[in-house]
């Protein structure tokens, strides 16, 4: 099989503005797993490009009112990147192209599928603390029988945690795969598709862990079946 064939490509989800170290990590990411990594922005979304993979990165918080709530102060939004990055979700659940949505990703996911999410986790934080760290501190409870369990090899493990919100209500089609000690979603999946996982943490930062890893290398693989 000629190479341009056999390395999928997968879009990858950003801001216009910022975001470069995200994009650096999952780019190796994708590149190590055996994929052809292609940054997406709003000003630059090469939606004429055909895709076989897509990730929906992290970033600032979800614009409020896609979900029926209030704006809070002092909370970072970015309305432009909501709209772009749900023309591509909406385009991937279409096509059934393969998804991983990160953080962020994930819970614009979970909008977009008639969820809601948590706006502010600090008052729900019990067993965890509510602090943002790329470091695998965080526990992760991974549900038995999950897509999310076979991929990590595991049904406890560890995460990092960067985010201020996380889902409620779980959009429509959703099953959870993966929650932390204080009951909170980590982790969706849809088993009916080729490949759709959305998770709460930052797996590009954990690399040095191998089933981290397993995300990315199950997403290429999915990816070269729509190629």
């Given amino acids: 099989m000629p190479e341009t064939l056999s390395r999928p490509l997968i879009g990858v989800t950003g801001p216009d503005k910022g975001g470069d170290r995200a994009w650096y990590f999952t780019r190796y990411a994708i590149i190590w797993a055996g994929g052809k990594p292609l940054r997406l922005t709003p000003k630059n979304s090469h939606l004429h490009e055909k895709l076989n993979g897509i990730v929906i990165g992290g970033g600032d918080d979800i614009y409020p009112s896609l979900y029926e709530s209030e704006i809070l102060p002092n909370t970072r939004y970015d309305k432009e990147r909501d709209m772009f990055e749900l023309v591509y979700i909406e385009k991937a659940l279409k096509q059934d192209i393969p998804m991983l949505a990160i953080c962020r990703g994930e819970q614009l996911l979970n909008t977009y599928l008639g969820g809601n999410l948590h706006q502010d986790l600090r008052k729900l934080r019990c067993y965890t603390r509510n602090r943002w760290t790329v470091l695998p501190v965080k526990t992760l409870l ?63 930062y954990l690399l040095y862990i191998s089933y981290q890893r397993n995300l990315f290398r199950a997403l290429v693989q999915s990816a070269r079946q729509v190629i």
């Fill in 142 to 204: 991974v549900e038995p029988d999950s897509r999310l369990e076979e991929l990590l090899g595991t049904s406890r493990c560890k995460i990092n945690s960067l985010h201020s919100q996380a889902i409620d209500q779980l959009g429509s089609g959703l099953r959870i795969a993966g929650r932390d000690l204080d009951n909170i979603v980590q982790a969706v999946e849809d088993p009916s598709r080729l490949f759709l996982i959305g998770v709460q943490w930052h797996p590009e």
